[in-house]
């Protein structure tokens, strides 16, 4: 059974940084593309970022394009999504998910907690 468990999110102001981490367990996903979602208050969840299974390639969402940074470490099966110059409307619940495609369809029907992340202006 494949868990996932999303962390690191907190209150920030904008402009700020936030480091937010994927733990799995159950299984690797070392060989599959994962991806990092959001869902805003009101608002369908989101894909934000894209990572292939070597790391070798990544695809993000206009909104996020050169702003958040996604990494993966497959010795720790861990995804890391690096966030930097937030903005108010980055504020969410962000979760990761295993992904189908570089699109960013998410795999599982499953999701994890999340990790709520809000950023004050």
């Known amino acids: 059974q494949v868990q996932l468990v999303e962390s690191g999110g907190g209150l920030v102001q904008a402009g700020g940084s936030l480091r937010l981490s994927c733990a799995v367990s159950?299984?690797?996903?070392?060989?599959?593309?994962m991806g990092w979602f959001r869902q805003a208050p009101g608002k369908e969840r989101e894909i934000v970022a894209v990572?292939?299974?070597?790391?070798?390639?990544?695809n993000y969402a206009d909104s996020v394009k050169g702003r958040f940074t996604i990494s993966r470490d497959n010795a720790k099966n861990t995804v890391t999504l690096q966030m930097n110059s937030l903005k108010p409307e980055d504020t969410a619940v962000y979760y990761c998910n295993r992904v189908l495609n570089m699109r960013g369809s998410p795999a599982y029907d499953f999701w994890g907690p999340g990790t709520q992340v809000t950023v004050s202006s």
């Open positions: 990572i292939t299974w070597s790391g070798s390639s990544t």
């Open positions: 159950g299984r690797s996903l070392s060989t599959y593309a």
